[in-house]
């Protein structure tokens, strides 16, 4: 007798999810509250989230609650823009096109990547939420010529618009491409609009504004299946693991350029999902990814850069005092 295949999403969460660890448990009923206490502490762990993508149905809840909780984030740029030189240099618009979520874009920094995998002799259809990884020795913010990323006490990322000149370091340095660029807003206008960045670069931030008042990201606080869980980064790893053990999965993210704040629990293995998955731009991939942080080239470049970077920072910040004191 032939299996059926799974198609309904009923069927399929029936099928994948299973039940959850006793460590599994703690965490996700302690691990919020505990991340939001940590915010207080001087020596805090740094926070990650376990993203259990057996439980993902695809519903995009947690894309649209991301934009509606980062909507005042997003970038308003002036047009016409300027000129650049060389011409060469490429416009990047978005602003046309902001109802656009199965890419990451300057206005979409969550979105759902599909892979059709073979589980247990069953062809099924996974959804995985995509956005900035968080790695724990992030190049995006090392490398930054302008200081206009940061890495906050609880270990997540993020790039200051007020501050970043859209140079796109931190796109190339990015194993995955994350950050997007919005032409026709920023510092470079008032600076150098015709050989500056040519804009700003955006990613998840991770809610960090929110996360500083003790509430959880966005994305975690609307998804229906508990997609995600946010915690102390030790905590989330154990949980991780116990999982793949109980599954018989697998982890992406624990090592991954030296370790991300994401973590990745999967029924199948990662090359298998990064084959099934759509890649390019705006579509981060699920390869394997070396320790950029341990070459010695972007040690030098990183040690180098630091105290410009943090010149940079610095007067970046009085300029704009100075403007908002006009």
Not at 225 to 243: F, W
Not at 257 to 278: C, K, M, R, W
Not at 303 to 322: C, D, E, N, Q, R
Request: hydrophobic share 35%; charged share 25%; proline share 7%.
């Amino acid at each position: 007798m032939t299996t059926p295949k799974i198609t309904s999403n009923i069927s399929r969460r029936a099928f994948l999810k299973g039940s959850i660890t006793a460590a599994g448990s703690v965490v996700a009923t302690t691990g919020i509250a505990r991340a939001a206490t940590s915010l207080t502490h001087e020596k805090q762990e740094p926070l990650a989230t376990l993203i259990d993508i057996r439980k993902c149905i695809g519903c995009e809840e947690c894309v649209y609650a991301c934009q509606a909780a980062n909507a005042e984030k997003y970038p308003e740029p002036e047009k016409p823009f300027p000129k650049m030189v060389p011409p060469r240099v490429p416009v990047e618009d978005w602003s046309e096109k902001r109802e656009v979520t199965d890419r990451l874009t300057p206005y979409n920094w969550l979105f759902i990547q599909t892979a059709s995998v073979t589980v247990n002799g069953e062809q099924i259809d996974l959804t995985i939420p995509r956005r900035c990884m968080h790695c724990a020795n992030p190049p995006c913010v090392k490398l930054c010529p302008w200081g206009a990323l940061k890495q906050e006490e609880n270990g997540l990322s993020r790039i200051d618009s007020d501050l970043c000149l859209g140079g796109s370091k931190c796109k190339k340095v990015c194993p995955w491409d994350v950050p997007q660029r919005q032409t026709g807003v920023g510092l470079y206008l008032d600076l150098l609009p015709a050989l500056a960045g040519n804009g700003v670069m955006y990613k998840c931030d991770r809610c960090y504004n929110r996360l500083e008042k003790g509430e959880v990201p966005a994305c975690i606080e609307v998804c229906p299946e508990n997609v995600q869980t946010i915690g102390p980064r030790s905590e989330i790893l154990k949980t991780a693991h116990a999982l793949a053990r109980e599954i018989n999965g697998y982890i992406y993210g624990e090592h991954e350029n030296g370790g991300t704040h994401t973590i990745y629990v999967s029924p199948v293995p990662f090359d298998q999902l990064n084959q099934a998955i759509e890649t390019g731009k705006g579509k981060p991939h699920l390869n394997k990814v070396k320790n950029m942080m341990a070459d010695g080239t972007q040690l030098a470049k990183a040690m180098l850069i630091a105290p410009l970077a943090g010149i940079a920072a610095l007067v970046g910040k009085f300029y704009l005092s100075t403007k908002e004191d006009k």
